[in-house]
Nanobody, 117 residues
Framework: VLQPPESGGGSVQAGGSLRLSCKTS????????VGWYRQGPRHACELVAS?????????YYLDSVKGRFAISQDNAKNTVDLEMNNLEPEDTATYYC?????????YGQGTEVTVST
């Protein structure tokens, strides 16, 4: 059984934090930049954050999450994490990680994040 690469979702109250983790297998991700995407009741599939491979590790953030979310990678563990702080109800969505190839990518099981007021 193929395990989804995403983990770490859950339910929190507004203002809370969660840390999502993505297992970036070479088979699926190769050397591609890695993106965290989300799709929820309030928005279509959108890129939330991405990080480039290599030593530069350039990062991108959706405007609405800047200052609250932080993306990082651990090359030894082949993981890309998304630290989410000061969560808002608008962050409620299913979160997916996928290669960042410039196309919104929300498929697979993902991991659910629910933020309540």
């Amino acid at each position: 059984v193929l395990q989804p690469p995403e983990s770490g979702g859950g339910s929190v109250q507004a203002g809370g934090s969660l840390r999502l983790s993505c297992k970036t297998s070479r088979l699926i991700f190769g050397d591609s930049d890695v993106g965290w995407y989300r799709q929820g009741p309030r928005h279509a599939c959108e890129l939330v954050a991405s990080i480039s491979r290599g030593s530069e590790a350039r990062k991108y953030y959706l405007d609405s999450v800047k200052g609250r979310f932080a993306i990082s990678q651990d090359n030894a563990k082949n993981t890309v994490d998304l630290e989410m702080n000061n969560l808002e109800p608008e962050d409620t969505a299913t979160y997916y990680c996928a290669p960042d190839r410039g196309v919104p990518t929300c498929y697979g099981q993902g991991t659910e994040v629910t933020v309540s007021t």
